[in-house]
């Protein structure tokens, strides 16, 4: 199972990443999460204790790692660099495992637009297809924005993308640029889930303008989630109402995909 989470800054996917990836390890199945934020949060979504979040790093930002591997120094521009760097000893070297969920930090890059090539990109999206051709049970890649490192060589491997939303406007309003920039590299297979819904009034609205995409299911809105953050546990733990509604998000995810 691979699966990409997506949506507008803020909605809450890095809460359904860390619900999921939590559902799926307490399966027993064999669980990578990828955190693509620039400021990475999912460790704490997780409740990863300190002594692990301390030893996570984003890739992105390893300057010395990315020469290495690359032949250039991120930010430089001209010259020439390897587009395939070595990846493969990356996700192990890099990540922490707690409670059942390996998490490794991608970091993110500013791509300043679609033809941007630079040692950082080309280093995260040759990990990313890496990850896309590991044998884990449960790939879930928390995207920053957009799916410019998803290309159309990987889309077949990504067995769903999910648009996170808030009952808004504008929230779904960019779900509409994600379903374009999908379905531009052939990638169709799209769900929307709706967070921070308070009312069925906001629940009917979001069924009723979601941009053609099946809504997977909803994420009341739950100051607990606030609480666990300040508190520095798992929301999985801490929000028994979310934990039950990804549990069944999961379980539909994995109905409509066969």
Same mark, same amino acid.
């Given at each position: 199972?691979?699966?990409?989470? %997506?949506?507008?800054?803020? /909605?809450?996917? *890095?809460?359904?990443? +860390?619900?999921?990836?939590?559902?799926?390890?307490?399966?027993?199945?064999?669980?990578?999460?990828?955190?693509?934020?620039?400021?990475?949060?999912?460790?704490?979504?997780?409740?990863?204790?300190?002594?692990?979040?301390?030893?996570? #790093?984003?890739?992105?930002?390893?300057?010395?790692?990315?020469? $290495?591997?690359?032949?250039?120094?991120?930010?430089? %521009?001209?010259?020439?660099?390897?587009?395939?760097?070595?990846?493969? @000893?990356?996700? $192990?070297?890099? %990540?922490?495992? #707690?409670?059942?969920?390996?998490?490794?930090?991608?970091?993110?890059?500013?791509?300043?637009?679609?033809?941007?090539?630079?040692?950082?990109?080309?280093?995260?999206?040759?990990?990313? *297809? #890496?990850?896309?051709?590991?044998?884990?049970?449960?790939? =879930?890649?928390?995207?920053?924005?957009?799916? $410019? #490192?998803?290309?159309? +060589? *990987?889309?077949?491997?990504?067995?769903?993308? =999910?648009?996170? /939303?808030?009952?808004?406007?504008?929230?779904?309003?960019?779900?509409?640029?994600?379903?374009?920039? +999908?379905?531009?590299?052939?990638?169709?297979?799209?769900?929307?889930?709706?967070?921070?819904?308070?009312?069925?009034?906001?629940?009917?609205?979001?069924?009723?303008?979601?941009?053609?995409?099946? /809504?997977?299911?909803?994420?009341? +809105?739950?100051?607990? /989630?606030?609480?666990?953050?300040?508190?520095? =546990?798992?929301?999985? @733990?801490?929000?028994?109402?979310?934990?039950?509604?990804?549990?069944? =998000?999961?379980?539909?995810? $994995? %109905?409509?995909?066969?």
């Amino acid at each position: 199972m691979k699966l990409a989470i %997506s949506g507008k800054g803020g /909605v809450g996917k *890095t809460t359904l990443a +860390a619900l999921l990836a939590q559902v799926y390890a307490d399966q027993s199945r064999d669980v990578l999460a990828a955190d693509g934020d620039p400021s990475p949060c999912l460790a704490g979504a997780l409740g990863f204790p300190d002594e692990l979040r301390a030893r996570l #790093h984003p890739i992105a930002e390893m300057d010395e790692l990315i020469e $290495e591997r690359t032949g250039a120094k991120p930010g430089a %521009s001209g010259g020439f660099f390897t587009l395939n760097p070595r990846v493969d @000893d990356l996700p $192990e070297r890099f %990540s922490v495992v #707690h409670r059942g969920v390996r998490l490794l930090e991608m970091g993110a890059v500013d791509l300043g637009g679609s033809g941007c090539i630079c040692p950082e990109s080309a280093m995260l999206k040759t990990l990313i *297809t #890496h990850l896309l051709f590991r044998k884990d049970d449960v790939l =879930i890649l928390d995207m920053y924005a957009g799916v $410019e #490192h998803l290309g159309r +060589a *990987t889309v077949d491997f990504v067995d769903a993308m =999910i648009v996170v /939303v808030e009952p808004t406007r504008r929230s779904l309003g960019t779900a509409v640029q994600i379903k374009k920039l +999908a379905n531009d590299i052939g990638l169709t297979r799209l769900w929307l889930v709706g967070n921070k819904v308070q009312n069925e009034d906001e629940a009917e609205f979001l069924r009723n303008e979601s941009p053609g995409l099946p /809504v997977l299911g909803l994420l009341l +809105a739950d100051t607990a /989630v606030q609480e666990a953050d300040r508190l520095g =546990i798992a929301v999985y @733990d801490h929000v028994p109402l979310l934990r039950q509604a990804a549990e069944q =998000i999961a379980e539909k995810l $994995e %109905s409509d995909i066969r």
